[in-house]
């Protein structure tokens, strides 16, 4: 095994190297801050700015640069009417070094609640 690292055979993260939900939510909130403070609903400018938003969030936990770390992250962009909202997810993971971390942005006119998962991959 010339040249392997630790950080190679290693199973499983040390507490150090792994995304915490604190710092996640941190990172979402902080993007939906910046990019939906003052912004109106607009239908047709919805899907674009899921998109903006989801691809902020990615950069920014990528750039925690947390080895063998893989993220997904789901946004959703609604009109504000004063109705309820559901969501749900189901995940198959390992509790010990996956996590996620859910934020939520209202305004006058809109919501929006993104979601980061960050997945471990042995």
Do not use: H
């Not at 903006?52 to 993220?71: H, M, N, T, W």
């Not at 996590?99 to 979601?115: I, K, P, R």
């Amino acid at each position: 095994m010339g040249g392997t690292t630790k950080e190679a055979i290693s199973l499983r993260p040390s507490y150090k190297n792994k995304p915490t939900t604190t710092k996640m939510k941190q990172i979402i909130a902080a993007v939906l801050q910046e990019k939906l403070e003052n912004v109106p609903y607009q239908s047709e400018r919805a899907s674009q700015l899921t998109k903006e938003i989801a691809d902020a969030v990615k950069l920014q936990l990528k750039s925690c640069d947390y080895p063998r770390c893989k993220y997904l992250v789901q946004v959703v962009i609604g009109e504000q009417r004063g109705e309820g909202v559901r969501m749900g997810c189901r995940c198959f993971w390992d509790a010990e070094t996956d996590c996620y971390a859910t934020e939520t942005y209202t305004n006058d006119s809109l919501f929006c609640v993104a979601t980061a998962f960050s997945v471990y991959l042995y």
